[in-house]
């Protein structure tokens, strides 16, 4: 199993949010083609935008084109409920525009009780990855490999640093097995998580 501290989770939904944008999706080069209204994560998670939150890092009324902002879920009970879209690749889709004309504004993944201590103690035993290194996610297949480093875990606590490793797996299977979500939240952005837990991938390295 790998935690994602929250720094290194924001990775993850910004996948997310390039493979529902509209731009992949009338492409055709998205891992998520077609999975509107299908279960992409595990029933508990939420995954919300607010663009008009008070004071948020990217609060806007108003899309770049224009159109008005809302409050809205992506993806609710684990379900894919919205892309993300501009006018433009609405009419390339057939589908109405969502407001988000220059990307999504204060997207939040909802967190659970534990913080990071505790998610290190359900883990148990394997990677925390504290830092990510190249570029490695193909957004047609979902296939995901980059460099990384952090510390391996044992039995809920850290025992020593690792680097030069690689984790790899595919970004539909990450996002089914994400276990926990935790309540250490990285809020300088306009993308807001805490730590991830994942189901095991695969390690390589010394």
């Not at 939150?53 to 806007?60: C, D, F, H, I, N």
């Not at 957004?139 to 460099?147: F, L």
Request: charged content about 20%.
């Amino acid at each position: 199993p790998v935690i994602f501290q929250a720094e290194m989770a924001v990775s993850l939904l910004r996948s997310l949010v390039g493979a529902i944008s509209g731009s992949a999706l009338y492409r055709r080069s998205s891992f998520l083609l077609d999975q509107l209204n299908q279960r992409i994560f595990p029933e508990f998670v939420r995954i919300h935008e607010n663009p008009l939150l008070p004071r948020g890092p990217a609060s806007a009324p108003f899309d770049n084109e224009g159109v008005a902002t809302a409050p809205k879920e992506l993806v609710r009970d684990g379900i894919l409920r919205s892309y993300i879209l501009s006018s433009y690749s609405a009419r390339k889709l057939n589908m109405e525009t969502t407001g988000n004309a220059g990307g999504v504004r204060n997207l939040t993944i909802d967190s659970g009780e534990l913080d990071l201590a505790g998610l290190l103690r359900q883990m148990g035993t394997g990677l925390l990855v504290s830092e990510l290194m190249g570029s490695g996610l193909n957004m047609v297949t979902g296939d995901y490999s980059r460099g990384a480093a952090g510390f391996w875990v044992e039995n809920g606590e850290i025992q020593f640093p690792v680097e030069e490793i690689t984790i790899a797996g595919n970004m539909l299977q990450m996002f089914a097995g994400l276990q926990a979500v935790a309540t250490d939240v990285e809020r300088r952005g306009s993308i807001r998580t805490g730590s991830w837990l994942l189901e095991p991938m695969t390690i390589a390295g010394s």
